[in-house]
């Protein structure tokens, strides 16, 4: 059903319990963990420490970069994640394999870099009924994701939003801060929006008003969203 509401927003790169907290306190709906090499990376020992002390109905989501279908559960189950971001290729099944796993309730989110070839992807992704949402990032030669980098909005707008919002939603990373968010909102009518690099005080610590302002900002900004 479409209704007019507030974006999905997800404070990802958390190191700490107090990070974790202020994104909670600050109205995210989801903080997200990054289990692959960044200098964002934590252990499933680092991360239940956090997740035990948050919010039930925060979600907490685990990003992955080439893991093992094996890998990812192992993950999951120590960590108190309540679901998953695949960085990668992932494996053909593995996403319907989670969903059997964890349930219904468990967000699988499916990452698109966008450039040549993106639409093709997510039109592909969006076919698959495991995945709840596509996150589509930027991406430069040495990171995946939390790259700071912006990519071009009105283009993805026409050549990859519009087109796959029908089918599957689509949230928007790459490059955001509180200054640009409005923006990139206005441009994309995205369901959701994911930062990192975008509220930092350094790379894996937050700064609180950014934070703060980000989902502040994003909150301000409703339109008519089909929520998963």
Do not use: Y
């Amino acid at each position: 059903m479409s209704a007019s509401s507030s974006i999905w927003v997800k404070i990802c790169g958390n190191t700490s319990l107090d990070d974790a907290r202020l994104a909670a306190e600050a109205g995210a709906d989801a903080v997200g963990f990054v289990f692959a090499p960044s200098p964002r990376r934590v252990t499933s020992a680092q991360v239940v420490a956090i997740t035990s002390h948050l919010p039930p109905e925060l979600e907490k989501i685990g990003v992955f970069v080439d893991s093992t279908f094996d890998e990812i559960v192992s993950i999951v189950d120590v960590s108190g994640l309540t679901g998953v971001q695949f960085h990668f290729e992932a494996a053909f099944g593995v996403a319907s394999r989670l969903r059997a796993r964890f349930g219904p309730n468990f967000r699988i989110l499916r990452v698109v870099h966008f450039g040549a070839g993106a639409a093709d992807k997510a039109h592909a992704i969006a076919t698959d009924p495991s995945i709840d949402a596509i996150l589509v990032d930027s991406r430069t030669a040495t990171a995946v994701g939390g790259t700071g980098v912006t990519f071009d909005w009105e283009l993805a707008a026409e050549t990859l939003f519009r087109q796959t919002a029908a089918q599957k939603p689509m949230i928007a990373a790459g490059g955001l801060t509180p200054l640009n968010v409005a923006e990139a909102i206005a441009a994309l009518h995205p369901w959701g929006v994911d930062v990192v690099s975008g509220v930092e005080a350094a790379p894996g610590r937050k700064d609180p008003l950014k934070v703060r302002d980000f989902v502040a900002v994003a909150r301000a900004c409703t339109h008519d969203l089909n929520r998963p």
